[in-house]
């Protein structure tokens, strides 16, 4: 008989699955959130997260973040209107030569530094228990990065 994981983690992690979202576990990926587009005409959008296996803490952390980009993204129409450059950057399939736009960079660091401060919202909304000096030591390190 398995035993129920349970920890602020695992109750994210059923969080996520709750709103269709797979939540993969990879050794040498950095932590992500793919978002697929299928159906006939493009519109069904499934989404997954990939966390980087690290020490449970951080991937707790990377987790939440993650899901502040879902939150970010999953109004079309209104991500792109507040993010314009990283929302056509999303469209092309070599993203090298537009990445280095200045809108796109400025851009993609405002919608990381909001998906940190989405992510500690989704955990003062579930009631997860949040040491927020260590999340936004890291939310610094990877936004400064």
Same mark, same amino acid.
């Given at each position: 008989?398995?035993?129920?994981?349970?920890?602020? !983690?695992?109750? #994210? =992690? /059923?969080? $996520?699955?709750?709103?269709?979202?797979?939540?993969? @576990?990879?050794?040498? $990926?950095?932590?992500?959130?793919?978002?697929?587009?299928?159906?006939?005409?493009?519109?069904?959008?499934?989404?997954?997260?990939?966390?980087?296996?690290?020490? #449970?803490?951080?991937? !707790?952390?990377?987790?939440?973040?993650?899901?502040?980009?879902?939150?970010?993204?999953?109004?079309?129409? $209104?991500?792109?209107?507040?993010?314009?450059? +990283?929302?056509? $950057? +999303?469209?092309?399939?070599?993203?090298?030569?537009?990445?280095?736009? =200045?809108? @796109?960079?400025?851009?993609?660091?405002?919608?990381?530094?909001?998906?940190?401060?989405?992510?500690? /919202?989704?955990?003062?909304?579930?009631?997860?228990?949040?040491? #927020?000096?260590?999340?936004?030591? #890291?939310?610094?390190?990877?936004? +400064? +990065?």
């Amino acid at each position: 008989m398995k035993t129920k994981k349970t920890s602020p !983690f695992w109750d #994210l =992690v /059923r969080h $996520a699955q709750s709103l269709g979202i797979e939540v993969i @576990y990879d050794h040498h $990926a950095a932590s992500v959130l793919n978002v697929y587009l299928s159906g006939t005409n493009r519109r069904i959008r499934l989404y997954k997260i990939t966390i980087q296996k690290t020490n #449970l803490t951080r991937q !707790f952390h990377e987790l939440l973040h993650e899901l502040g980009h879902y939150l970010i993204m999953v109004n079309k129409i $209104a991500y792109k209107r507040k993010y314009p450059a +990283c929302a056509i $950057a +999303c469209e092309y399939h070599d993203q090298t030569k537009y990445k280095r736009r =200045v809108d @796109y960079k400025v851009q993609s660091m405002l919608e990381e530094a909001e998906a940190w401060d989405l992510g500690q /919202r989704v955990a003062e909304d579930l009631g997860i228990p949040l040491n #927020l000096i260590a999340y936004n030591k #890291l939310k610094t390190k990877l936004i +400064c +990065c």
